[in-house]
């Protein structure tokens, strides 16, 4: 276990002092990425109040499935971010490493879903400028404009990228602090990495539950939606 002098950064009086300027270091830079999604949130709902009908109709041909798959991942892995907090805080060693371990690898199950998700939507003819077909939309029972529906599919895929790529970073700090876990490092003494990582890793798991109604759930979805 390492010393309060080697854990202690030099500008500090002391861990609890380390502790509430990182705490609230991440919660400053956590409200600088609410304003970017909260920008993206706007967005997208006025164009939903102008274009609900074909917002509707694309909405109900994603993958609703995938989608309800990785709501439960990034839930689970919400609860095993909060273990490793608390092994971290009650100095069970091997306890935080292995709930990091499963964090990290629910973390990469739900970017797997994802990707299995953004081939389906090519196979579907859901990307806009690579496989996409006008004709499609403006066949069905109540046809939908084709810009319309693109426009959605844009918003659809710079929302949840842009949420991946927050995970993917996720993973990473995960990958991080196993590694250091398994040295020793955190203890009831000094556990704010795993805590100022877990507030992180929660506010990517919430921005997922506000994606999943706007996405996913405005559309009707048949049981044909159901695949991968």
């Not at 918003?155 to 996720?170: D, E, P």
């Amino acid at each position: 276990m390492a010393t309060n002098r080697t854990i202690l950064a030099h500008q500090f009086d002391d861990l609890e002092q380390q502790h509430a300027a990182a705490t609230s270091g991440m919660w400053v830079f956590l409200a600088t990425e609410i304003l970017i999604f909260g920008a993206l949130f706007a967005g997208y709902s006025a164009y939903r109040v102008f274009y609900s009908h074909d917002f509707e109709e694309a909405s109900g041909r994603l993958n609703i499935l995938i989608g309800a798959i990785n709501t439960v991942v990034l839930l689970t892995s919400s609860l095993t971010m909060v273990l490793s907090v608390h092994a971290a805080h009650t100095g069970r060693q091997q306890a935080l490493v292995w709930f990091l371990v499963l964090t990290t690898l629910l973390g990469t199950a739900f970017m797997v879903f994802k990707a299995i998700e953004y081939y389906t939507d090519y196979l579907d003819k859901l990307v806009p400028g690579l496989a996409f077909d006008p004709d499609e939309w403006r066949n069905l029972e109540r046809p939908a404009d084709p810009g319309r529906v693109q426009l959605f599919l844009v918003f659809y895929y710079v929302m949840t990228g842009l949420h991946a790529v927050h995970l993917t970073v996720g993973i990473g700090i995960m990958v991080w602090m196993i590694v250091v876990a398994r040295k020793g490092r955190f203890g009831p003494d000094y556990y704010s990495p795993v805590e100022v990582s877990g507030l992180y890793w929660h506010f990517v798991d919430v921005i997922w539950i506000f994606l999943l109604p706007l996405l996913y759930l405005i559309g009707t979805h048949s049981v044909h939606d159901l695949h991968f």
